[in-house]
């Protein structure tokens, strides 16, 4: 039996759907245009919704624009369809990098890129809700595995948490990329387009970091960045050709640690050319 | 048929008789008779049986089951409560094993359909939202019995596969069943006028209508030669404040450590089955189970979407 104040709860959502329909109207016509899998509901499995991804390119795209003034170069080499893995250099201290890169390729590919979370992020109130209504979706074999069977564009960190949170004075030095993500791409005959990101390093610079005792939610840490916004750098996208790493090799070779470690640093090899070449290129770090 | 006075097992039988071809349908319930809604048919026989005894199961093995020469049995008849206790372990897992022990050495029976849970499967933030037969099954012990019984009794028809001599085994996850009567938790929590959830978590759920539950069971029954784990996904996949929302429930979000308290309290005082601790993990992580196995081996496909507000009233 529907209770007075549940109808009132569920008359005042419409309503506020509504509202923000109208209130997001471009963003939101933008990211119904952009293909995805609606499982019945309005939401793919991974609980990814229009609405409040056009909510988060509406507040990105002006970060992007005026606050960062992102540059990109080369996003024509994602392919326009079918399973594409991008594989990217982590920095920043928060995930601004991440955010960035998935409104360039909202606004310029017109795809969905899929961002592939760390474990703990599903544990985090608010913000795994969040990430998942913008498509992100947590970094296990089996989810990426039905995403690339799929078609769908993932956006892998493969440096991981080490990646985001090293110090300032090693800013630009790859970290080990972990190798999951070729060996999907070997086993599921997927490019990977290598991606460089500069400017991301000197947005908060780290001080110090603090363990957090029992690790709640899964943090590891917490940072102690030198500002509490980030530094109003530019940002430079840059992306690679794609890689087919399965190429001239077996189906079999997928299980092959060697094979799958040389075909992780192949990508890791590109993305540090490219990122020496960004930082070739760029005048200085607010430029 | 055991469990044949669930709601499930009244459709199935319905279905099944729909079928000319099938000349017997036994249906075996713990109530009497004039207590089931079972359909009226000169090919249904219906047999009470209490399972949780040894002597009954075997006398119905070799007694109604061999005379109607029944060759597939479908067991519906977990304990549906939310119960703890000896005897429901014995109707969840002992009665299982007298059944496929005894299965063996059965002049008729050659195929079983256990119907099973999508709860066996563990959840957690570092394992699969979308979730394959082979993912992890939930064996922690500080499960709580509903769970462990579940998962006992699942694995205990799949160790049978291949084993028992000319018996195939057929065990189907079966995604939540929406309804009155099926045990469903969620049912139970949307029950309540104010759903109270963790906040900060609106994980994505999937549920099954009692419909396509049947079509799965019926398709299982029908699928001879063939054995094995089958996941059956619900044509609902949504959040859970969706899932609130359809239900006409109020969604109130509450700091999480408050929830298992509130809802034991609930349990206590009004008798509900819904326990949070039960459900800790699917109100926090996403979980839809993946059908591509049933589909491609059973031809099952959900096409009947839970109808909301009728079938929470």
Redesign the interface.
Known sequence: ???L???L??QL?RVGRRLASGVLAGPLEFMRAVPYRD???G?D???YEPLHAAFALSVLESVYRHWFRVRSYGVESIPDRGAVILAANHSGTLPFDATMLWTDIVLRRHRLPRPVSD???????????FF?RGGV??G????LR?LLENGELLMIFPEGVPGITKSFRERYRLRDFRVGYAELALRYHTPVVPVGIVGAEEQMPRLARIPVPGHPF?LPFLPVPLTLVPLPVRYHLHYGEPLYLHEELRPGDADDPEVVRQASERVRSAVQALLERGLRLRGGVFR | MLGASTPLGERLCAALLADPELRAVLAVTREPREQTHLPEDPRLTWSQVDITHARPVHDLLFGRVRELEVDVVVHLAMHRANDFGARVHVQNVESLRWLLAQADRHPTLRRLVLRSYGEVYRLEPDLPSVITEDHPLELSPEAPQWVRDRVEADLLACTRMGIASGLEVAVLRCAEVLGPAEGSQLYDYLSAPVCLRSAGFDPMLNVLSLEDATEALRRAVYAGGTQGIFNIPGADTLPLTRCIRLAGRLDVPVPGPLLAPIYELRRRLRGAQFSYRLNRGRFHFAAVLDGAHARQVLGYTPHHPVAWQAGLR
Not at chain 1, 119 to 129: A, C, D, K, R, W
Not at chain 1, 140 to 143: A, D, K
């Open positions: 039996m529907s209770t104040p549940a109808a709860q569920s959502g499982a019945g509901h939401y499995v991974f609980g474990y703990f992020v599903p544990s985090l109130p608010f913000i795994s809700t998942a979706v947590g296990t074999v089996g989810n039905v899964g």
